[in-house]
């Protein structure tokens, strides 16, 4: 999609960017309510597929790993996107063309000229998009079944019922610790400098 939207015409690409960025415009309980009602047992997507005759009855999509999965990956998508967009848009075409005139075939050229330049951005995207699903609460508690649930569930489980504090305090120092460790890796592979945002 990043790259569909870096190398397509302006008109077109200022369409698909305002699909992509709409989300943005309502809360993350409303888009998390819609996909509720989307993937519900008697929801538009199983109503979809049982008219095109592609299920013969209702399918599971809601309160199991696949609706946590799909309503996630909505939410998250800009995150993810927009950082590997703004790296793609810097590359010049004329990379690719010469990779070609060269001999190299398409997916060739792409992938030793064009991918590893785009690394820093998906780098960010991946970075950003682990960081804010770490801590997911909302979406996996009304999506999701009790076996697809996040760390920050437990924790305000353990806080607010059990009145654990010891338990959601040490579940916390877990969720640092793997973002500090991801940070690490990241620093290590790609370099915190060449990490680009936008």
């Not at 799909?70 to 998508?77: D, F, V």
Request: net charge positive; charged share 10%.
């Amino acid at each position: 999609m990043a790259y569909l939207l870096a190398t397509l015409p302006p008109r077109s690409s200022n369409l698909l960017m305002i699909m992509v960025v709409l989300p943005f415009w309502t809360s993350l309980l409303v888009r998390t309510t819609a996909w509720v009602v989307l993937l519900q047992q008697h929801g538009v997507v199983n109503e979809t597929l049982m008219a095109l005759h592609i299920i013969s009855e209702p399918a599971q999509l809601i309160f199991n790993r696949a609706g946590t999965v799909i309503a996630m990956t909505h939410i998250q998508l800009p995150f993810t996107l927009l950082p590997i967009y703004s790296v793609m848009k810097t590359i010049s075409p004329s990379h690719i063309r010469a990779a070609r005139s060269l001999g190299a075939g398409p997916f060739y050229a792409f992938w030793t000229v064009y991918f590893p330049q785009t690394l820093p951005g998906i780098a960010a995207g991946c970075l950003l998009t682990f960081i804010l699903c770490l801590g997911y609460y909302i979406t996996p508690a009304l999506v999701g079944g009790a076996n697809d649930q996040m760390v920050g569930y437990f924790v305000a489980h353990y806080t607010n019922e059990e009145l654990n504090w010891g338990m959601a305090s040490a579940l916390g120092v877990i969720l640092l610790t793997a973002t500090l460790l991801l940070y690490y890796v990241f620093n290590k592979l790609v370099g915190v400098d060449r990490i680009k945002m936008g």
